[in-house]
């Protein structure tokens, strides 16, 4: 357990490590280029470390040290494995969506599994989509969940359809395999795309790899067969949902936090929007070329669509508990299936601190205001709500963290950095 340490006056500067959504691309990318590509600023965590072992688990060589990773691309060039492999992602539900469709593009059996928590993820619409586009994929355990089990001979091509509210990521998935499938492949979105701004981050990172993918407005997506990846240097950026924990910071202490190794003005990362909310909730927001800096103020609530940045949920649920007024947050039922149901899981860890919050089926309901009081918090083996709570802890005696390892998820020298604000 994890014993949150009050602080007041907070003026510091903290350098975030690399993006964890751009360090699985990357490494996807890279992995299927033709050639030795160097990621530097790499973010070495459980999740990024579980997509590099499986790209192995595919015959690709790949060497991390510190935040440097060399990868030794295939080129697509897949070797059948004599025996079935099993692939088993934990709870890292991007590592699992991404690389299913990479698995299909090789040659042989891949048992894809995982924690408990990822049998309780749905994965169907992924799984129809590489069916409809010629892949032999089935469950066996419950329809649509994992484990999924994938006999790979490549990707046909064709069109299909995919529902754009549960996940950007089965969208993500196809598009990084697209290139390699023996025809062209068209994605045809059904209904609202979720999480838009991850769909840009895999675009952005596909492009600087040498592979350009043409779209309608995000309504369809058209991949042309036989482009290919091509080796690189590439420099991850900062990890902008790991540095709102300490936006955050400041705007509940009222206190100065700077990020470095944040790129405001050219990230394509979606979380950086959550500026946008800090400041019109009261704080003031500097921003330079390769940095930010949140000045906590009086915070006022706010209503918001999160559907562009879910992530950033229980972070902000956690700072209009000391704002003035209501703060409500809406479009984000997709929440329910991540690594914990985020919105329910919230809601219940702030009841415990004695805080005012009402559970919608899209969304929550927060009462700045109230009286609060220490708690122990169950993150449920969530990091961001390991990191969002220990936000409240600065100004709440009392709060204590739970399982506070769950970190290492996204961001395994979070505690190290929080300790030094």
């Known amino acids: ?7 007041n006056n907070l003026n510091s500067t903290v350098s975030i490590p690399g993006s964890k959504s751009l360090t699985h691309r990357a490494l996807i990318t890279a992995g299927l280029a033709d050639g030795k590509s160097t990621l530097r600023s790499f973010l070495s965590c459980e999740d990024t470390l579980y997509t590099a072992s499986t790209l192995q688990k595919l015959g690709i060589n790949i060497d991390v040290t510190g935040n440097i990773a060399i990868v ?26 991404l690389l299913l469709s990479i698995a299909a593009l090789a040659n042989g059996e891949y048992l894809f599994t995982g924690s408990e928590r990822m049998k309780a993820r749905p994965v169907a619409y992924l799984v129809n989509a590489l069916s409809s586009l010629g892949v032999d994929a089935g469950y066996l355990e419950k329809d649509g969940y994992p484990p999924v089990l994938i006999n790979a001979s490549g990707i046909k091509g064709g069109r299909v359809k995919v529902a754009g509210e549960i996940s950007s990521q089965y969208i993500s998935s196809l598009l990084l395999s697209g290139p390699y499938a023996e025809s062209d492949v068209t994605i045809e979105i ?3 795309l979720v999480s838009k701004p991850y769909i840009d981050l895999t675009l952005d990172v596909m492009a600087s790899f040498g592979v350009i993918v043409e779209h309608e407005d995000y309504h369809v997506f058209h991949v042309p067969a036989g482009q290919l990846y091509r080796a690189r240097e590439l420099v991850i950026e900062g990890d902008v949902s790991s540095a709102s924990y300490f936006w955050g910071a400041a705007a509940i202490t009222g206190g100065r936090v700077k990020t470095e190794n944040i790129y405001p003005f050219k990230t394509l990362q979606g979380d950086i929007g959550l500026l946008k909310i800090l400041k019109q909730m009261g704080c003031s927001v500097t921003r330079k ?30 700072i209009a508990l000391f704002a003035e007024g209501k703060t409500e947050i809406v479009n984000v039922p997709h929440l329910r299936h991540k690594e914990s149901d985020r919105i329910a899981d919230t809601a219940n860890e702030i009841r415990r601190m004695g805080g005012r919050i009402e559970e919608k089926e899209d969304g929550l309901i927060i009462y700045g205001g109230e009286k609060l009081h220490g708690a122990e918090i169950d993150p449920h083996n969530d990091h961001r709500l390991a990191m969002s709570f220990a936000m409240a802890g600065l100004k709440i005696p009392g709060i204590v963290i739970n399982n506070e390892n769950c970190v290492i998820k996204s961001f395994p020298t979070f505690w190290e950095l929080w300790e030094a604000l």
């Open 190 to 192: 059904d209904g609202e």
């Open 72 to 97: 030794h691309g295939n080129g697509g060039r897949f070797h059948k494995p004599n025996i079935k492999q099993e692939i088993d992602l934990g709870n890292s539900g991007t590592s699992y969506r």
């Open 1 to 7: 357990m994890k014993i949150i340490k009050q602080k």
């Open 289 to 318: 070329d390769n940095s930010v800096t949140v000045n906590g103020g009086r915070l006022s609530g706010i209503n918001v669509d999160m559907g562009a940045m879910p992530d950033m949920v229980p972070t902000l649920a956690v």
